[in-house]
T-cell receptor
């Protein structure tokens, strides 16, 4: 009953370093998403993938890249981390229907110093 | 554009008190509406949803009614418990072949014995 699995759970980076956040889902969902959560701002969409082979920018894509590796996996890459990217990152997945709920992972807490 | 506005928290209540968390939205078309809950250290979980006007979503004693005339989806519970302490997010789902949710800023609820 894994659902959506994110790794790592915690990460500390220095400014300018790069890293990739991994996400995998086992619910056969077509759509996957990356959100960031900042205090007082709710969740903001970074990138999404409506289906395997497609990716699109969300509300706050600058400084990030994504890869939809296959139907199960959707990774988020920070090429040159900045302190403004300190946040909690959530991966989610769903069926491609506006009434379908999103299933979230437990998040990655990233600190950039 | 599409947006969600939630009442600011934190909301602090005693056990068995009545809870209301206000949520209003702006949207084109006919969105689906959701309440998600986030317990400490975890990802978001769907609490309830409504997909059309006058629908009432309910789960675990929580209820919300989709009011198109007032563009609202207020969350209510008749008697809160300490275990309900969490952050609650209102969200709307817009159509377009995928489920791209727009979240409110979240409302933190603290319930004391």
């Amino acid at each position: 009953n894994a659902g959506v699995t994110q790794t790592p759970k915690f990460q500390v980076l220095k400014t300018g370093q790069s890293m990739t956040l991994q996400c995998a889902q086992d619910m056969n969902h077509n759509s996957m998403y990356w959100y960031r959560q900042d205090p007082g701002m709710g969740l903001r969409l970074i990138y999404y993938s409506a289906s395997e082979g497609t990716t699109d920018k969300g509300e706050v894509p600058n400084g990030y890249n994504v890869s939809r590796l296959n139907k199960r996996e959707f990774s988020l890459r920070l090429e040159s981390a900045a302190p403004s990217q300190t946040s909690v990152y959530f991966c989610a997945s769903s069926f491609p229907d506006p009434s379908a709920p999103l299933h979230f992972g437990n998040g990655t807490r990233l600190t950039v110093t | 554009g599409n947006s969600v506005t939630q009442m600011e928290g934190p909301v602090t209540l005693s056990e068995e008190a009545f809870l209301t968390i206000n949520c209003t939205y702006t949207a084109t078309g006919y969105p689906s509406l959701f309440w998600y809950v986030q317990y400490p250290g975890e990802g978001l979980q769907l609490l309830l949803k409504a997909t059309k006007a006058d629908d009432k979503g309910s789960n675990k004693g929580f209820e919300a009614t989709y009011r198109k005339e007032t563009t609202s989806f207020h969350l209510e519970k008749g008697s809160v418990q300490v275990s309900d302490s969490a952050v609650y997010f209102c969200a709307l789902g817009v159509s377009g072949g995928y489920n791209k949710l727009i979240f409110g800023a979240g409302t933190r609820l603290a319930v004391h014995p």
